[in-house]
Each structure stands twice: as structure tokens, then as C-alpha cells.
Nanobody
Framework: VQLVESGGGLVQAGDSLTLSCVVS????????MGWFRQAPGKQRELVAG????????QYRDSVKGRFTISYDSDKNTLYLQMNKLKRSDTAVYYC??????????????WGQGTQVTVSS
């Protein structure tokens, strides 16, 4: 399984940006896919998630109403549409997928990360 992100960059506050994550390999049995981010000196945090078998999308409070996560199964691509960006959104964004085996043990897959920098 490989996850390759793209779409990061330098934008101004209030701008929009869309991140993409192309997933290759066996993708049919992921139980979770999502976007995380890590700012300098801070822990990696979940930004948005897509649990499999659920229509409920997860968002951290600080991005609700501004970010939208989606998955195109035809293209095997996970997206994160980010609107009304703030300086506090500046971070390296990582694509993530999780698979659990028959014993419910998780295996995590990560992309290489893409930098998002929001200037004022």
C-alpha cells in the first residue's frame, strides 16, 4: 500500500486549497481513512476522518464548516478541501489509512506529507 499526497503550498489567510492522496495497492478493506496534520513543536492530530461503512465524517472542532473530506473510489483518491484557511492551519498534512486484521490488530499506512503554509 502506498499513499502519495499532493496539493500543499503557500496561501494567504482566507484562501482555499485542496489536498489529494492517491492510494495504491490493496484498498478494499481499510476500516478508516483520514487526514492528520503536525505543526512544528506539536503532536500530530486528526483533522478529518472517514470511517468505513459509515456516512458520518469526522472533523476536529477547529476545522468544522471549513474543511471537507471525501473519497473517490474510482480514482482511489482521498481529498481534503480546505476553505477559509487560517494561519493556525499551517502544518504538514498527512494522509492516513488503517486496516485491521482478523484479530482486530491495526496496521497504519502514512503518506510522506505535504506542507501547507498560511500567511496573514
Amino acid at each position: 500500500v502506498q499513499l502519495v499526497e499532493s496539493g500543499g503550498g503557500l496561501v494567504q489567510a482566507g484562501d482555499s486549497l485542496t489536498l489529494s492522496c492517491v492510494v495504491s495497492g490493496s484498498t478494499f478493506d481499510f476500516n478508516f481513512m483520514g487526514w492528520f496534520r503536525q505543526a512544528p513543536g506539536k503532536q500530530r492530530e486528526l483533522v478529518a476522518g472517514l470511517p468505513s461503512g459509515s456516512d458520518v465524517k469526522q472533523y476536529r472542532d477547529s476545522v468544522k464548516g471549513r474543511f471537507t473530506i471525501s473519497y473517490d473510489s474510482d480514482k482511489n483518491t482521498l481529498y481534503l478541501q480546505m476553505n477559509k484557511l487560517k494561519r493556525s492551519d499551517t502544518a504538514v498534512y498527512y494522509c492516513n489509512a488503517e486496516r485491521k486484521d482478523a484479530m482486530w490488530r491495526p496496521t497504519y499506512y502514512w503518506g510522506q506529507g505535504t506542507q501547507v503554509t498560511v500567511s496573514s
